[in-house]
């Protein structure tokens, strides 16, 4: 099945809040080479004014991969995982991550357009936090190749 | 620890430089850490039956490697407001020959430049080029600081 137009203007929305561990920051932290103090001991944290260890930058797109899947995997939306690469990827922060968080998030499909021989796929993820204030927004470009039919 | 002050910064100074190993654990502990278990990050048979020349990295796992040592230089995590890039080539990272699969098999090099600077209202752009071997594989990289 083609990748369907028509989910263009649709949204998703994880389930239920994802509540950030110091133990995932840390993990995360580790897995990306961000070595600073703040990610992994919560008293450098709050000598730089954070509540908690602080995620590293990239850290939201645990959530918002979370968050895309709903789309990618409906059944309805006609993506072939296997055939996604990754085109491009924006974060635009209101402010960092830190262990304690509660987020939300909510997948928008801005865009589901056929380019060349592929599908181009644009989502933009918002995420917030316990007091529904904004935190940062993940925008992806994924691409479907060979299937731009 | 010590804060950047953009005010010292010109346009066109390269900032940080770094090369970045990575290796087939690299990928399994970002696979881990981040949630994405995609096959291609991680099994040789099934990333070259979708197509690929093998397994690759991450883009996002390139995306993360690049701006640590960025965000190290600046000082404040909260400074970063705004990080975007494309993935323009793959990187390839085959299981090592022998020994642990924590040896690297891939490097990414990375250049940090100012792109553009505001000292009086403190904000600045940092555009980054990131290669393996003569190869872009990130490219229009920005990263925008604010404080």
């Known amino acids: 099945m083609p990748v369907n137009t028509d989910k263009q203007g649709t949204s998703y929305s994880l389930p239920r809040p994802y509540e950030v561990s110091r133990e995932a920051v840390a993990e995360f932290a580790l897995a990306t080479n961000a070595k600073a103090d703040y990610h992994f001991d919560t008293e450098a944290a709050t000598a730089l004014g954070y509540h908690d260890v602080v995620a590293p930058t990239t850290f939201a797109v645990i959530i918002a991969q979370k968050s895309e899947a709903a789309y990618i995997s409906d059944p309805e939306s006609g993506v072939d995982f296997s055939k996604v690469v990754h085109g491009s990827e924006q974060f635009s922060i209101t402010r960092p991550i830190v262990a304690g968080d509660s987020l939300d998030a909510t997948t928008h499909v801005d865009g589901v357009r056929a380019s060349g021989g592929n599908a181009m796929i644009t989502t933009r993820t918002e995420i917030t936090d316990a007091a529904e204030q904004p935190v940062v927004t993940v925008s992806s470009t994924i691409v479907v190749r060979g299937d731009g039919e | ?147």
């Open chain 2, 1 to 147: 620890m010590s804060v950047t002050d953009f005010s010292q910064l010109t346009i066109g100074d390269t900032v940080v430089e770094a090369e970045i190993p990575l290796s087939r654990a690299s990928l399994v502990d970002y696979a881990g850490a981040s949630g994405d278990h995609n096959p291609i990050h991680w099994s040789e048979r099934f990333a070259t039956e979708v197509g690929l020349e093998g397994v690759i990295a991450h883009g996002m796992l390139s995306m993360a490697v690049v701006i640590a040592p960025i965000v190290e230089w600046i000082g404040d995590p909260g400074a970063i407001v705004d990080y975007r890039t494309r993935f323009s080539a793959p990187v390839l990272v085959p299981d090592a020959e022998s020994g642990t699969p924590a040896t690297p098999t891939a490097t990414l090099s990375m250049t940090a430049v100012v792109g553009a600077v505001d000292g009086a209202v403190g904000t600045a752009r940092i555009d980054v080029t990131v290669k393996s071997g003569d190869q872009d594989v990130l490219s229009r990289t920005q990263i925008r600081v604010s404080r």
